[in-house]
Structures are given as structure tokens and as C-alpha cells.
């Protein structure tokens, strides 16, 4: 019987010992170094990391991992699981580097968690030793490079079976940072939504044996919840074969991703949906006559509004290489729900809606809204009227509120925010809701996502959504980095709330700095009858986004009044 994914691990480790889990690609190219561990030497690793934890007491308390990508930080994560330590994935340090930012993450996740041991890598664990005087902290608290904990100590090992509602780990929301909130992620938690990823992204017996259990290629940072929950976590739960690579060397050549689907075939990639901008822009001639991306079932599109423009140019880019539409998959998820939520079905092309339809249609419209499939068995998706915790009918836009076992226990000692997100009720359902601050409508079943309610725009009684700001923005002038752009309010006084734009332009573009930020008053003016109070421009790089690669507007709002943005040129001012 299956009570954590450490017994599928065992499983499959006792079944096919010599199966590779992992592959890992250390430049991320795939004709460079590659480090592989198979289901039989995981096993081993996983009980010599428990071990380790048992041995020290530290059964019930929290251990901080800090890894760079690579293998060890997965033998880590499910050594806790065995040994019953609640893990906590962080960001590793990047030595004296380290910026404030980053430190002050760190130090309140280390003292919200009441973290009593840190888990990394031997260059990690070293950098941790330059930022002593900043990370008191970390004087009294157990440190262990688990690269130096031998494969003998699993004999060590304590079997035990930790309750289903018992807490596996702690998964910070990634745009956490004043107040952080850890979400209580539990045994059960994860096989349920490890069940539910492997249906609705058809990870069946039948696939795995067509694709030699070839089921992921991510380069996703994993520790974030789709990174986790998705290409890492499944694998362990299918006894499939996943290929990784550093989110570093995606960014550096995002074609190293298209390359490695193509060497290894998998069944199933993804990521969100500046990735696959990002592959757009390095999209030429000779990079297509060198893929085949025939094999590529399930394109997964989440974590940031997924746009329909881009949907459409990937398809129709890469279609000379083997890419096919309906491979491509939005879906919706978030930690709360330890990740998936709604998916479509797999050999299904996206579900597009215009606002002008009576329904939907498979059209290829830039600005149509993009359905994120359904949900899956077992969980129940309802849109509420947030200020009444009224159900609405379908089409109408409301909160998105979610019910189901994937559904996590709360936040880590925070009664308070618990009881808020995730104590909902909803007249003529049972149970309880989570409350997810998303907006969104439902036509058909599928889930329609629409925005943030803190973020949405109001100017003179209207509703906007700032992606759809953005958007209009980002598709003005081709200097515009895609997916890092900002739209939000702020007073103008005796005007009102008023709109503002934040972009990033290409370096070489700032001496057209005037000329794209009219450009952008343009299109907003024309797309949606709004005269913006300011348009800024900032250095690439620079608009504070989550890991996961959310704009963080609310951040950038803070900058912006702040006057402390990367400003390029002259602000174009009002």
C-alpha cells in the first residue's frame, strides 16, 4: 500500500533498480557532462539522508534546502519525507553576491519555519559560511553537505509510515516577503495531486511503456511548486525517467530546451509562458532544420497568464520541426492546491474564447482568453462572488474557489490566514473552500483565468485586467521584452486612480525611448480607452518578478513610487 511517494520510491527502486530517474544536464546541453542516478541508487541515497536526520533527533522538525540545480537536492527532499523532517526548499545563496532582498527572504523563512538543520551542497553550505554575519541564525543550527553523507549510513534507516494529514513540506509562496506564508503541503496532499497530474496529462501505463518512460524534460527551478510537484515529484510517483537542467542555462540559451526535447523525447514539458517567448525569439532557420519535436504530447503552459498570441506564434513557428497545436496545454494550478488545479485533454487543442462569443471556438485570435482546461477528478472549481461567498453563475467573473484532498492543510502557524484562504464556505456545497485571489469564469467546464483581484484596475467604475494592459503594451514595438512588462494604479489625485505602464526595452533601444513609450499610449489608448498617467522605462532585467517568473506589480508599484525603478532615459511624463 502507497502511503507516501518514498513508498513509491521504494517500489520501483525494489521492481527496476537499474532504471535511470534522473538525468542531469551540468553545462544544460546535451552533448556536455551529464550526471544520471537510477531508481536503485536514489532508494540508497534517500535512506542515508534519513538516516542522517533520524540519527540527530531531528524526526518532527524542519530542515532548509539549499541546493544548486543538479541531483542531490531530490535525494534531500525525499530523505526528509522518509526520516519525517518537514523540508522546506529556499533559494540558494550566491555567495557575498547575495543581494539584501534575497537575505532578508531567508532570514524569515529561517525563523517563520523554525528551521533546525540546512541541507545543501558543499559550495552552497560555504557560502552560507561568508554571509555568517549577516545570517546569525545559522550559529547554532546544524549544517550538513549531504554530498558527504555516505551511501552506508541508509542502513541506518528507521522505517516509518508518518500519518496521511502529516505535514511533508512546507512550500513558500513564491512572492512572499514581508509577511512569508508557508503552505502546509501533506503526504496526502501530494499523492493526490500527483494522481491527479498523471490523469490529466494522460502519464498512462500504455505512454510510459511508448515512451521508454522518457515522460520530462525541466529546466523549472525545483524549488518552486511546479518545478516540484510536476517534472520532479511525478517521476518519482510514475517510475518515469526525467531529464533536468539549470534554470540558469535556459535563460542563458533557451534553445538548450527545444534541443533536449529533442534528444530525449519526453512526453511532457513545459513551463510558463515567457519561456516560450523566449524560444520565439531564438527561433531562426538553423535551430528549426535541427528539431524534432514530433514527440512532444503536452506543451504545459502555467504559473502567469497564459496568452493566446503566444500560443498561436509557437504553434505556427515551430510547426516546421514537428511541433503539433494540439500538443500545446494552459493549465492552472497554484501552492495552495500543492500545484494543478485544471488541465485540458491531452490531443486537444487550447480552448479560445473572444468576448464577443456565445462560445468557444478554435480560432488563433491574439487577444482571445485562453481556457485552462478542467478540473480533475475529485476536485471541484467554483467562481464566487467574493464580497457575498455566493456561487455565480456560469460565464459571470468571480473569485476562483477550489474543494478537494489536493487542497494543502494551511499556512504554517498562521490560524489566521488559514482561517481567510482557506475556511470558505459556499451555500449548496459541502465543505470547505480555498479561497485562491485568482479571478476567473467557467463556459462549458473549462476554467477561464482572467487575473488577480488585488490587481485589478479600476478607472471610472470599468474593470481592467492588467494583463490585458500589458499585453497591448508588450505587442507596441518590437524593443519590448515579452512577459516583463507592469500595468497598475495609482492616485492621481483630484483625477482619480489613474494608469501606469512599466516596461523593459532592449538595451540597444533606449535611444528610441520616447518614440516606444508614445507607441505604448497608443495602443493602450486605442485597445482600451485609457489615457495612462505614465509610461516608464526600465533596464532589462530589472521589474521585481516571483520565481516562477510572475511579474510582481504590486512590487513594481512600490518601486515606481519609490522612484527607485532602473529608469532608462527620460520618464515620459504627463
Not at 108 to 128: M, N
Not at 183 to 211: I, K, S
Amino acid at each position: 500500500m502507497v502511503h507516501t511517494l518514498v513508498d513509491s520510491l521504494t517500489a520501483h527502486a525494489s521492481r527496476h533498480p537499474d532504471r535511470t530517474a534522473y538525468r542531469y544536464l551540468v553545462t544544460g546541453d546535451c552533448d556536455g557532462e551529464i550526471q544520471e542516478i537510477s531508481y536503485g541508487r536514489l532508494a540508497r541515497r534517500t535512506k542515508a539522508v534519513a538516516a542522517w536526520l533520524q540519527e540527530r533527533g531531528l524526526t518532527g522538525s524542519r530542515a532548509m534546502l539549499l541546493y544548486p540545480p543538479g541531483l542531490e537536492f531530490v535525494s534531500a527532499f525525499l530523505g526528509c519525507l522518509a526520516a519525517g523532517v518537514v523540508a522546506v526548499p529556499g533559494v540558494p545563496p550566491q555567495g557575498r553576491s547575495h543581494n539584501h532582498r534575497a537575505l532578508t527572504r531567508m532570514k524569515r523563512l529561517i525563523a517563520d519555519a523554525d528551521v533546525k538543520v540546512v541541507l545543501g551542497g558543499r559550495e552552497v553550505l560555504a557560502s552560507l559560511g561568508q554571509l555568517a554575519e549577516h545570517l546569525p541564525e545559522l550559529d547554532d543550527m546544524a549544517r550538513k553537505a549531504s554530498e558527504d553523507i555516505p551511501d552506508g549510513a541508509a542502513d541506518g534507516w528507521l522505517e516509518n509510515s508518518p500519518p496521511a494529514d502529516s505535514v511533508a513540506f512546507l512550500q513558500y509562496t513564491s512572492g512572499s516577503t514581508s509577511a512569508p506564508r508557508g503552505v502546509m503541503v501533506t503526504h496526502a496532499n501530494l499523492l493526490d495531486n500527483e494522481r491527479l497530474v498523471t490523469e490529466r496529462m494522460g502519464h498512462t501505463p500504455d505512454v510510459l511503456a511508448e515512451y521508454g518512460h522518457e515522460m520530462f524534460v525541466s529546466w523549472l527551478p525545483v524549488y518552486h511548486d511546479m518545478g516540484l510537484i510536476g517534472p520532479v515529484l511525478n517521476t518519482v510517483h510514475l517510475g518515469a525517467t526525467a531529464t533536468l537542467f539549470s534554470p540558469l542555462h535556459f535563460l542563458q540559451r533557451p534553445e538548450r530546451w527545444l534541443e533536449a526535447v529533442t534528444r530525449y523525447r519526453p512526453h511532457t514539458s513545459g513551463g510558463p509562458n515567457f519561456a516560450y517567448e523566449l524560444c520565439l525569439k531564438h527561433a531562426g532557420p538553423a535551430l528549426l532544420d535541427r528539431l524534432d519535436l514530433s514527440g512532444w504530447k503536452v506543451a504545459f503552459n502555467g504559473a502567469e497568464p497564459v496568452r493566446a498570441a503566444t500560443l498561436r506564434r509557437f504553434a505556427d513557428t515551430f510547426a516546421p520541426a514537428g511541433f503539433a497545436r494540439r500538443a500545446l496545454y494552459p493549465c492552472y494550478g497554484l501552492a495552495e492546491a500543492t500545484l494543478m488545479v485544471t488541465g485540458g485533454s491531452v490531443h486537444t487543442e487550447p480552448v479560445l474564447l473572444r468576448a464577443e462569443d456565445d462560445g468557444p471556438h478554435a480560432g488563433a485570435l491574439d487577444a482571445a482568453a485562453v481556457g485552462c482546461g478542467r478540473p480533475g477528478p475529485g476536485l471541484t472549481v467554483a467562481i464566487a462572488d467574493p464580497e457575498r461567498g455566493t456561487e455565480l453563475p456560469e460565464g459571470e467573473t468571480g473569485e476562483i474557489w477550489v474543494a478537494g484532498a489536493s487542497v494543502a492543510k494551511g499556512y504554517w502557524r498562521n490560524a489566521l490566514a488559514t482561517r481567510q484562504t482557506f475556511r470558505a464556505t459556499l451555500p449548496g456545497h459541502e465543505g470547505r473552500f480555498l479561497r485562491t485571489g485568482d479571478l476567473g469564469f467557467l463556459r462549458d467546464g473549462e476554467l477561464f483565468v482572467t487575473g488577480r483581484l488585488k490587481d485589478l484596475i479600476v478607472i471610472d467604475g470599468r474593470n481592467h485586467y492588467p494583463q490585458d494592459l500589458e499585453l497591448s503594451a508588450e505587442l507596441s514595438h518590437p524593443a519590448l521584452r515579452p512577459g516583463c512588462t507592469a500595468a497598475f494604479a495609482v492616485d492621481g489625485g483630484t483625477e482619480g486612480e489613474r494608469p501606469v505602464v512599466v516596461a523593459e526595452v532592449a538595451p540597444d533601444a533606449e535611444g528610441e525611448a520616447e518614440k516606444i513609450a508614445d507607441q505604448v499610449r497608443s495602443a493602450v489608448g486605442e485597445a482600451h480607452g485609457l489615457s495612462l498617467r505614465e509610461v516608464v522605462l526600465v533596464r532589462p532585467g530589472t521589474i521585481p518578478k516571483t520565481s516562477s517568473g510572475k511579474i510582481q506589480r504590486r512590487a513594481t508599484r512600490a518601486a515606481y513610487l519609490d522612484g527607485t525603478l532602473a529608469v532608462i532615459g527620460v520618464p515620459d511624463r504627463e
